[in-house]
Nanobody
Framework: QVQLVESGGGLVQAGDSLRLTCAAS????????MGWFRQPPDKERQFVGG????????EYADSVKGRFTISRDNAQNTVSLLMNSLEFEDTALYYC?????????????????????WGQGTQVTVAS
């Protein structure tokens, strides 16, 4: 099992950058793919991006490709989401999630129900 805590959210202006960090505790982080999801106001939770446990593969939603970058530091048990050129539509509650799958070092699930551990979320608000 892994416990996840997100941080770094806040209120920013359109065009600004923000880095979210997910700190993980537990022994399975190194073999867990990590995903970032977000839930905009009055909408369903949606996939933002993810990274395999080895770090060799990342996946992004089309809406954030070229603007967001995911990275991880297995020595520090953290995964980050760097968000550049933020837009009003990026306003949401952002969650990190873990998918423990030691046998696949390149897997990056995009479906919410494949992830089995979730953080509490951090709010990102982009003023237009």
């Amino acid at each position: 099992q892994v416990q996840l805590v997100e941080s770094g959210g806040g209120l920013v202006q359109a065009g600004d950058s923000l880095r979210l960090t997910c700190a993980a505790s537990g022994r399975t982080f190194e073999r867990s793919a990590m995903g970032w999801f977000r839930q905009p106001p009055d909408k369903e939770r949606q996939f933002v991006g993810g990274i395999s446990w080895s770090g060799v593969r990342t996946e992004y939603a089309d809406s954030v490709k070229g603007r967001f970058t995911i990275s991880r530091d297995n020595a520090q048990n953290t995964v980050s989401l760097l968000m550049n050129s933020l837009e009003f539509e990026d306003t949401a509650l952002y969650y990190c999630a873990a998918f423990f799958h030691p046998s696949c070092n390149f897997c990056v699930p995009t479906a919410e129900d494949e992830y089995n551990e979730w953080g509490q979320g951090t709010q990102v608000t982009v003023a237009s």
